[in-house]
């Protein structure tokens, strides 16, 4: 009875006006009713790996993590699968959720129980449902005929929230985007956007809007936010994502050849021009331009980089001939450009061009909650790139992750993780679990963060009521650093120990805050 009950929820839940997350948990509530897991998950196929799209009883970070199914022996077998699979409690497999239970502690609580249902529409597999328990003989007495409508009511459910058409563009994205113009683009991180914390949530938004345009998008936010990953998103979704999206960076161009770069050149047009060479503007015509940090970008350039926007002509060095070139500008810049043209750094009318849509890459300390999934995503990708064991992240040294303000963001995230997971794989025997500890991150991590949140607590009270937030926070942050650099003789070392930070983010702090030159 209780069976049926769980059959006629999830089915109802088909035809209800409820978000795709939300019918995804109401499906793992309703199971919970009838199958004792401890965790279980709903997850979609991407090429050979399946990827959480929802679960309850996994850690956060768990989300972050793409499961290869050649490494997965369990989850290869349920995807091969007619049928819901329901796995002996003594197989030796590897289980891919050992040490993934929220209620692990750490303690790498291994998996004894195990069942899974392969998700199909038709003939196409879509992805899987699995469901895991501590107990060894949890799902015996499961019913195999009634797995198998939960297994079809799922795959329903994912085909009603689109996800098939996603995976097919994404397939269709991967395949196209593999070209020689795009080797700059490939050799760098992936493509993946995650983060599922409302400011997350709305540039997704944003990107899938302005993607459909042939506008110019200007992406700004602070170091290591990953703008280049924002372009990238941009362009995969736009019209030109078969063409292909040319990669310059702005900071890198002597002044002397950001015209040939950019613009090309004819033979003879300087010394050491022995042919005729078409520049980024030419050999991207038809596709997408990304010009990273525009705000770098040489004044004497700018002039020629305005005409191109608002002509689509460049010219080449040394020609007197106009080439048409159909490119769509995707730009972005750690700096404040509006205050650069204040400055006169930044040449008013081509900030004007470049700001059509922007879109502002938040700081990981404005989305907190995204740092489990993230860090998930990096310790699997340092896993495959080391060949360990899983590698599992404590429950103290998740909550030090969190609580730390991370002034490098998502580069500086990776870095870590990249450091800490080497360091705790150097004491552990190849392929045995790696299990990152708060002792792996080092004093940055520790909790000797008090003195400094005391300050705040106590700078707070002779704030004005109507400043605004952000910049009474950046206000607070530049007297601690005028104070510390005071009390230290202008020594930037010392006073980044004094307060209790890693010179290098005390220095890139200063530099956002306008305190130093970059």
């Known amino acids: 009875m209780n069976q049926l009950r769980a059959i006629v929820s999830i089915a109802s839940d088909l035809t209800a006006a409820l978000s795709s997350e939300e ?12 199958i004792p897991y401890d965790a279980a998950a709903l997850l979609r196929l991407e090429g050979d790996a399946l990827i959480p799209v929802v679960s309850q009883g996994l850690s956060a970070d768990a989300m972050g993590r793409r499961f290869a199914l050649k490494e997965q022996p369990r989850l290869d077998i349920i995807c091969r699968s007619d049928e819901p ?12 959720y050992d040490g993934l239970l ?39 007495e499961i019913d195999p005929s009634f797995l198998a409508a939960v297994g079809a009511l799922a795959g329903a459910e994912m085909r009603a929230t689109h996800l098939i058409e ?23 991180q992936g493509s993946d956007i995650i983060g599922t914390t409302r400011v997350m949530q709305r540039l997704r938004q944003d990107i899938d809007l302005v993607a459909r345009s042939d506008f110019t998008v200007l992406i700004t936010g602070e170091t ?30 002597p002044e002397t050849l950001a015209d040939s770069e950019l613009f090309g050149h004819v033979r003879g047009a300087f010394t050491g021009a022995t042919t005729d060479r078409a520049g980024k ?15 770098e970008l040489p004044l004497s350039v700018q002039p020629k980089l305005l005409r191109a926007i608002q002509q689509g002509e460049i010219q080449r060095v040394g020609s007197d001939q106009l080439v048409k070139a159909d490119v769509r500008l995707i730009a972005a810049t750690n700096r404040d450009l509006e205050q650069e043209v204040k400055a006169q750094r930044f040449r008013a009318d081509l900030f004007h061009r470049l700001n059509v849509y922007p879109l502002r890459v938040p700081p990981l300390r404005d989305r907190v909650e995204d740092i489990p999934l993230m860090a998930g995503y990096f310790c699997d990708v340092m896993r495959k790139r080391l060949g360990l064991g899983p590698v599992r992240i404590d429950a103290d040294s998740a909550a030090a992750l969190k609580s730390y303000p991370w002034p490098g963001n998502v580069r500086e995230l990776e870095n870590v993780l990249s450091r800490v997971t080497l360091k705790a794989a150097a004491k552990t025997k190849r392929g045995d679990p790696v299990v990152i500890s708060r002792s792996h991150l080092g004093p940055d991590f520790a909790s000797a963060q008090a003195p400094v949140i005391e300050q705040i607590s106590s700078k707070a009270k002779t704030v004005p009521a109507n400043i605004d937030f952000k910049e009474a926070t950046r206000e607070f942050q530049r ?6 650099l005071a009390k230290n003789d202008g020594n930037w070392a010392a006073a980044a120990r004094s307060v209790g930070m890693h010179r290098s983010n005390f220095h890139h702090l200063a530099v956002r805050l306008g305190l130093k030159r970059g």
């Not at 007297?479 to 510390?484: D, F, G, M, N, T």
């Open 23 to 34: 019918r995804y948990r109401r499906l793992l509530e309703a199971l919970r009713r009838v």
């Open 85 to 96: 699979v329901v796995f002996p409690s003594d197989s030796d497999l590897p289980d891919p």
């Open 102 to 140: 929220a209620n692990d502690h750490g303690e790498f609580t291994r998996v004894h129980a195990c069942l899974g249902c392969p998700l199909r529409v038709g003939d196409e597999l879509i992805g899987a449902l699995t469901a895991d328990a501590v107990r060894p003989n949890a799902f015996e």
């Open 166 to 188: 996603a995976l097919e563009q994404s397939a269709q994205r991967q395949g196209l985007i593999a070209r020689d113009l795009m080797r700059d683009v490939q050799l760098r």
């Open 224 to 253: 290591g936010v990953g703008k280049e990953l924002v372009a990238r998103a941009v362009q995969a979704a736009s019209q030109r994502h078969a063409e292909p999206m040319l990669y310059v960076n702005c900071a890198a161009l």
């Open 281 to 295: 503007f030419e050999v991207a015509s038809g596709g997408t331009l990304f010009l990273d940090e525009i705000g």
């Open 479 to 484: 007297s601690l650093i005028e104070r510390a």
